[in-house]
């Protein structure tokens, strides 16, 4: 391309210049709704695996991955030689909804992924290429199948930006859905977290489903996230979703699960369900199915297949491109077992996350499942729900006068996880520490990590893998490794008798901290109900040097803004609560 030749041809000066000129003529030109790149002023120029670099010379850690969306990372070889493939062939690149050898390697390589009690009675409708579009299709399917029309969803979902899909997510305006409590143990809805928490939400479902004074009449569906992405990177614990299955089968209440960002691998299981066995009767899927390029389909259970033809229709569901990179992506992670390395390293990523926020009071809740991480800032000095202050068991607590100790995230020690001999990718147990990868693409096995494979990476799988167990909690206990680090567990950074009050959330220094992280050379994405959780969505190709490099960089950027937060926009509370200015 043009830009690109500029920027390698020209000085250092003439490529800043180039960068500074396209990001001023998206600003002039492209609507105020865009949204990555006003917290994001980079320009992609040329990708490979996790690093990006810009039309500037910059080069990056890209742990947004299109939203989830490259599970293989940047221009991954499999990848790109599927689409070559399908263009030297001269076959047509989009046929609407004709049957093609390329789509028919797609529906054979997709089913073969699927959850066994689905897989060998599944239909697949191909949507419009988005998520939204998915779950619109889902929504008419069930409600032509069960001749109802309402529909179940939870507090805190995203399911995307069309009409019916935004009045099932969490910030809908006009509500014809009937919202239900999510579980989680940071910010409980019922204030108590844990197995209890995810009890007493089961049984809320249960009463408004049963109480024929509810006012919500059966529905058509319901539709969950196994992880709540968008809503602050929450799993959603084993033992509950069994329940919700059991919830809505004696109801006759089709299960929808909205795989779009958890699927492929991204949890530690191909599909997020199958860490709790269930076995939905819909599966939405798009992002990562795709390869990086645009596909979206429904499948279902094949009793719900009685919508007329033409129900759902789109001109780009033909996409011969996406269905070949998504064919090549689904087998790569299938046939070199990247969900389960998803599951290991995510595991060793959340333990050494932890190990941050016992040193940063700034950093309520460490949280994920996989390779889906979320770290939730809060204000320390905030009230809690009882408005007590904060017992910190022995981490760094910041009060009025104590500013500094906090901003240096110093321990007992005096020393800071910045200043740690190794940084925090010695802790991670990778050989060579946390070596800068900005600069090339370490990845010769395209995702099997240092030599010796995921398993023998480090010492730091043990510590990990020693901490999983299957312990239960009543007729809703805690999921196999939930708030203890398991691999491939839903971990949520504490335990139901160690919770700690949450603080308020703290969506300027989230915000600070993604910008310090730019600076650094780390992209990260920004989730949660207020914006306050730093969240990372790395491909699931990523080395162990890699992911200590990012845990390096937020760990630093953390500690940088922690240390000055006015030095980085965070404008200090006045007296009363508010914002006071600066300058």
Known sequence: MAVTESVTGGTLGGARAAHEGILRRQSARESRARTYARALPIVPVRARGLTIEGADGRRYLDCLSGAGTLALGHNHPVVLEAIRKVLDSGAPLSVLDLATPVKDAFITELFRTLPPGLADRARVQFCGPAGTDAVEAAFKLVRAATG????????GAYHGMTTGALAASGGADDVRVARLPYPQDYRCPFGVGGPRGAELAA?????VLDDPKSGVPLPAGM?????????????APDDWLRRMRRVT???????????????????????????SGVTPDVMVLSKAIGGSLPLAVVVY????????????????????LAMAAGTATLAHVRENALAERAGLLGSRMLSQLRTLQAEFACIGDVRGRGLMIGVELVDPEGKGRTGEARDTGGATRVGAGDREACGTGRTAGGRTGAEDAGGWGGRLGVRG???????RDHDPGWGRGVPGGAAGAGDGAAGVMDRADGDTAGALGRAPGVGRGAVGGAATGRDADARREPRPAAPEFAAAVQRACLERGLIVELGGRHAGVVRLLPPLTISDEQAAAVLDRLADAVAAVARDPAGHGVLPPRPDGRKKPTG
């Open 148 to 155: 109802r029309t309402g529909m179940l969803a939870f507090t």
């Open 203 to 207: 049984r809320w479902t249960e009463s």
């Open 223 to 235: 539709i969950l996230e196994p992880v709540q992405g968008e809503g602050g990177v929450i799993p």
């Open 249 to 275: 089968a004696d109801r006759s209440i089709p299960l929808i699960a909205d795989e779009i960002q958890t699927g492929v691998g991204r949890t530690g299981a191909f599909w997020a369900v199958e860490h």
């Open 301 to 320: 259970r094949d009793d719900l297949d009685v919508w007329e033809p033409g129900a759902h229709a789109g001109t780009f569901r033909g996409n011969q």
């Open 433 to 439: 520490g946390a070596a800068d990868m900005g600069g």
